[in-house]
Structure formats: C-alpha cells, structure tokens
T-cell receptor
C-alpha cells in the first residue's frame, strides 16, 4: 500500500539534545513538507522541499533543519536551538504539479515531548 | 491579518442532522485553492474536499459539500446526515498562487473546529 510513514509515533528527549524525526513516502511524490501542530492550533509549516537536494524555509524554520537526499525521505532535525520543541509533528507529500487538486497526503505524525 | 479564519472552536450536532462549519480567507491572489481536512483523535490528517477559485460550482464529495461565496471570501463546509464517526477536528486550508503551472503547493491552515456528533 502506498503511503507516508513517520517514526517513531512517540518520542521523548531531554532538553538540549538534538532529535531527528523520520518521514518516508512511497507515493512517488516530488514535494514533501513538515508541519508543527500545538494544542488548539492549526498546522504551521516548518520546511518544504519540491525536489531532491532542494528545500525552503516555511513560517517557523528557526531551530529546525532538514535534508532531502532521496525522493522518498525528508527527515526533520529538531535542534537544541528550538526553544519550545514539544509538539505534534506531521509530514506530508504531494505531486509537484500541474495537477488540479494536488492535495497533500499526511503521515500519522510524531508526538515529541522534551523533558 | 489571519489568512484563514475559523471562528467556531467547537460545534455540536445530533446524529443524522446537517452541520455547517465556517471558514473565511484573505488573499489578494486571483488563483487559489481551498481545502478541508479532517483530523480524528488519532492525529492523521484526512483530505475531504477541494474548491478552486475559478470553479463556478460548489464542490461536493459524498456527504461533504462546500458553500463557496467568492465575493465574501468564505468557503463553509456542510456535512449532511452526520454520523458518530464524523466527530473530529476540521481544518480549512488555502493554497495561494497558480497550481496548473506547477507553482508551489504550500498550505496555510486555520485553527480548526472541533465537531462532536451526539446521539
């Protein structure tokens, strides 16, 4: 079955440690995205990538880093510079276009708690 | 200014009744797309329905339909014949700019409406 996998589902880390969240897709999508969701809030875009070896900052990129070495994978690193990293992180992918709907498909998410 | 505004933090509806979830948006682009996603308690985002800015008819997908009023910049989601499984968070989102020319596909989300379907 095609889809997006994120691992792990729950992640606990000590303050000051970097942590990497995994995102893999087998939908043959060119574009991938990382969002952050805080309680009672909508999704906010952290980083996105439209093609391999290229990515752009979203609205809240500070304290995060990404890489896109393979089409299928878009890992997100939450660095110690991120002041409030505890949140729910969602990865998504889509075709690059031109397609009429071009909706984003989402993974199941990773809930990160920094102790 | 908020680009996507959902003014109803929570809504209740009785099973088998229809419910309308409100969404207004703000953009200066002529070409844009509007999406609705459902987020159950499990956390995954599920795409429901799409409305393009040039679409002349309101979008429909099964029990979901949109009341798209371009001049008022609103795109309200109507869920007919509510079911217990419809209880979830619902998000409205917007993509600005051209789609068919392969432009960027970034989405801006609203803060969501929590819908509870009751017996």
């Amino acid at each position: 079955d095609g889809g997006i996998t994120q691992s792990p589902k729950y992640l606990f880390r000590k303050e000051g440690q970097n942590v990497t969240l995994s995102c893999e897709q087998n939908l043959n999508h060119d574009a991938m995205y990382w969002y952050r969701q805080d309680p009672g809030q909508g999704l906010r875009l952290i980083y996105y990538s439209q093609i391999v070896n290229d990515f752009q900052k979203g609205d809240i990129a500070e304290g995060y880093s990404v890489s896109r070495e393979k089409k299928e994978s878009f890992p997100l690193t939450v660095t110690s510079a991120q002041k409030n990293p505890t949140a729910f992180y969602l990865c998504a992918s889509s075709y690059r276009g031109p397609i009429y709907y071009n909706e984003q498909f989402f993974g199941p998410g990773t809930r990160l708690t920094v102790l | 200014a908020q680009k996507i505004t959902q003014t109803q933090p929570g809504m209740f509806v009785q099973e088998k009744e229809a419910v309308t979830l409100d969404c207004t948006y703000d953009t200066s682009d002529q070409s844009y797309g509007l999406f609705w996603y459902k987020q159950p308690s499990s956390g995954e985002m599920i795409f429901l329905i799409y409305q393009g800015s040039y679409d002349e008819q309101n979008a429909t997908e099964g029990r979901y339909s949109l009341n798209f009023q371009k001049a008022r910049k609103s795109t309200n989601l109507v869920i007919s014949a509510s079911q217990l499984g419809d209880s979830a968070m619902y998000f409205c989102a917007m993509r600005e700019g051209e789609v068919l020319t392969g432009g960027g596909n970034k989405l801006t989300f609203g803060t969501g409406t929590q819908l509870k379907v009751e017996l």
